[in-house]
């Protein structure tokens, strides 16, 4: 397993998306030709025919999406696009034991503010602040984290 982390992230969320196919496609695109890097997504359950999408982009990005979050709204079709900054993004690659990975978080109290996985990668979004202890638990069981 190996870890690679950003330190400045923040994770958008598109509230009350109407639940349909291609909807979490038509988000990415739309952010994608405003210029954003999509670093990682993940689709909350619907309720109602409607659901939240959340994408963890770099930081100064979260911060012109929030600048524009209205605008946004209205092109993707959310009710409410809702800006998290301040977080740091952790990958894990090549994940053997998932449930020790996250039993071992939260152990040390890390709130997952967002969690996506994929076959064989664990990517979760912390508050920037654990990151440094995080990161030095990780040196500390895994040889190549980091």
Do not use: C, W
Request: glycine share 8%; hydrophobic share 50%.
């Amino acid at each position: 397993m190996s870890v690679h982390f950003k330190e400045r992230v923040a994770k958008v969320t598109f509230r009350s998306l109407r639940d349909r196919p291609g909807v979490a496609a038509d988000v990415i695109n739309t952010l994608r030709e405003e210029g954003f890097t999509v670093l990682a997504a993940s689709f909350d359950s619907s309720v109602g025919g409607r659901g939240d999408f959340s994408v963890i982009v770099y930081e100064a990005e979260g911060k012109e999406i929030r600048r524009r979050r209205e605008e946004i709204a209205e092109v993707t079709g959310a009710q409410e696009v809702v800006v998290d900054p301040n977080l740091a993004f952790v990958e894990f690659l090549n994940v053997l034991d998932l449930k020790g990975i996250l039993e071992g978080l939260a152990n040390m109290g890390i709130n997952l503010e967002f969690i996506a996985l994929t076959s064989g990668v664990l990517g979760v979004a912390i508050r920037r602040n654990f990151l440094e202890e995080v990161l030095l638990a990780l040196q500390e069981e895994v040889a190549n984290a980091v």
